[in-house]
């Protein structure tokens, strides 16, 4: 299926993770209307090709963290290497 | 006045008489003469301006275009497709049919679907082998026994055929399931929907496409649009919200036209964005395989919410597996070996007899997954571009039925009362029509 990179596990299969979805900025829930909520709530750019998206290592380490694939191909863009942000540099 | 018309004359249909196309003495006489058979659409030029331009032949796009000639007359009407008619989930899925969804707006809409699927073969002059063989859905738990409960008395109140039985019921519908206590989620009873059952996908777009040549609509095939013309929109390019649609740009040049419609499924956000319109859709591929053949031995449809699995027997003998879409957004329909392990194993712990038996292929599909389970149906911000989107892992069984209430959301510029529920408005204003409790796995 799909090796996801995942910055702290390394490589996984994905069925060991959950895909949350597309990774947008929430709005402020205190100052957002109600439409610009439903927005954030509902609508998807969906592109065919980079996207920027979250995955919950749910078997692994357990936790949250953004990729870049392209829906097109399933190629994983700049894939995080586990340990390298122990080094000072992500 | 041959059997075939007065058959037509006691039935209700909206579609023009002609004459029976294939016999088995027709057969033997191209045999003997070593003829082939006619071209059933004419493949013609294409024009600088339409009426109505429909992006994307699968059932709905071409559904739609036959229901604006036959039903309103507007003929002036073409069907433009990247790819060969049926290419998209028209041609890919698993081919069932049912209207026991969960919300009274599903069960109408889908209600009326299933009438005009048992008038089709009829209507359009082709057998769609509609096997009208029943569809059970199990419960494996006490919560999923509720929601069957659930489904069944608001099928009731409609009028629908649909029941709660128990799984000694279930067991004598379909002997091959292991409805003992053994296995890890034990068969705790079952939704039952007699008129529910399978139809031959090819056929419905093979029959909606002929009919609609007949009358006029012209069908292009490997022709991809490109862009969606927009005047006066408030994007900077002149599209989206307030603007009106002028027509298509595709790979073979320039299509004037001040009707417009998005019926690309998988590949509608691509489209829509074309036209500046944002949509709640995210595409993900469904995954099915099928067995080698064996004798018929499942009489129904049997769907399992809970182990993510469905099947049924074709005429052929061979076993049509699927389950639910795959875990992540993409556009890529790789299958994968996860999907059949999983299936397989989900399967065996319903029918464990049939362990023995191997897969010959499996495919993928992609799948316009909305957030509710419901369709997109009308108008958009942009005039005149209308959406017919959304159909997830759904929209077999809904294709006759939306096309004939887009073709009249086109013709009277209204929309219909029995899609109005389904309108893109509802994700701002929070009338959502949640039909995941029905629509997630069983299709
Ligand atoms: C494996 C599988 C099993 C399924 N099982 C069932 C089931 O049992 N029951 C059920 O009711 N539903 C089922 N579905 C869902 C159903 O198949 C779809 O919802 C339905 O076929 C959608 O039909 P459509 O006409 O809207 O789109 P499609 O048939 O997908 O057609 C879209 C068309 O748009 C064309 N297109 C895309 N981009 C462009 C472009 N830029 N220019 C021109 N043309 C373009 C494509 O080539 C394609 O032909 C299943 C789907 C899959 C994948
Ligand atoms: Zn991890």
């Known amino acids: ?90 | 006045m041959t059997l075939f018309q007065s058959l037509r004359g006691s039935m209700k249909s909206n579609a023009v008489s002609r004459p029976p196309r294939y016999s088995a003495a027709g057969l033997l006489v191209k045999g003997v003469k070593q003829e082939s058979w006619p071209r059933v659409w004419r493949d013609v030029p294409l024009k600088k301006s339409y009426d109505v331009v429909i992006v994307g032949g699968g059932v709905h796009g071409l559904a739609t275009a036959y229901y604006l000639a036959a039903n309103h007359g507007i003929t002036n009407v073409a069907i433009v497709d990247k790819s060969y008619l049926g290419s998209g989930g028209s041609g890919r899925n698993t081919a069932i049919v049912r209207s026991n969804y969960l919300t009274p707006e599903g069960v109408a809409f889908y209600d009326r679907s299933l009438e005009l699927y048992n008038s089709m073969a009829v209507d359009l002059n082709i057998n769609v082998m509609f096997s009208e063989r029943g569809h059970m859905t199990l419960a494996h738990t006490d919560s999923a026994l509720r929601t069957m409960h659930w489904r069944a008395e608001v099928n009731k109140l409609q009028n629908i055929d649909s029941s709660v039985i128990d799984p000694a019921e279930v067991k004598k519908l379909a002997p091959s399931l292991d409805t003992s206590s053994d296995p890890r989620y034990p068969i705790l009873g079952a939704l039952y929907h007699p008129p529910g059952g399978t139809i031959r996908h090819d056929a419905v777009v093979w029959g909606y496409a002929r009919a609609a040549d007949h009358l006029g609509v012209e069908m292009h095939q490997k022709a991809e649009v490109l862009d969606i013309l927009v005047e006066g929109g408030d994007g900077p390019d002149g599209k989206g919200s307030g603007g009106r649609v002028t027509g298509v740009r595709t790979n073979r040049g320039d299509i004037s036209a001040p009707i417009v419609v998005n019926c690309t499924a998988g590949w509608a956000t691509l489209i829509s964005d074309m036209a500046g319109v944002k949509l709640p859709i995210s595409t993900r591929p469904l995954q099915a395989a099928v067995t080698e053949p064996v004798k018929v031995f499942l009489p129904t449809v049997v769907v399992s919410g809970s182990l993510h699995v469905y099947v049924s027997q074709t005429d052929r003998g061979e076993l049509v597996f699927g389950a639910s879409v795959d875990p992540f957004n993409t556009y890529s329909v790789r299958g994968s070996l996860e999907f059949t392990e999983e299936l397989a194993g989900h399967v065996l712990e319903l029918m464990p007899g049939i362990s023995r038996m191997r897969l010959l292929r499996q495919w993928a599909g992609l799948c316009d997954m909305t957030p509710d389970y419901s369709p997109v149906m009308g108008f958009t911000p942009v005039e005149g571009f209308f959406c017919d989107v959304g159909w997830g892992t759904y929209g077999f069984k809904a294709g006759p039925v939306s096309g004939e209430q887009m073709a009249e959301c086109i013709a009277t510029q209204q929309t219909p009362k029995l899609i109005e529920p389904f309108k893109l408005s509802r994700f701002s204003t929070g009338e959502l029509v949640g039909e995941k409790g029905a629509a997630a796995v069983g299709h």
């Not at chain 1, 490589?11 to 929430?26: C, I, Q």
């Not at chain 1, 829930?29 to 919950?56: H, I, K, Q, V």
Request: charged share 25%.
């Open chain 1, 1 to 90: 299926m799909l090796l996801v990179p995942c910055p702290h596990c390394g490589p996984r299969n994905a069925s060991d993770l959950s895909y949350k979805g597309e990774s947008h900025a929430r709005p402020d829930p205190n100052s957002a209307t109600a439409e610009e909520w439903r927005s954030y709530l509902y609508m998807e750019d969906n592109p065919a090709g980079w996207l920027r998206e979250t995955w919950y290592c749910r078997s692994g380490c357990r936790r949250f963290f953004v990729l870049e694939r392209d829906t097109a191909t399933n190629e994983f863009r700049n894939p995080p290497v586990p340990g390298a942000k122990l080094g000072g540099k992500a």
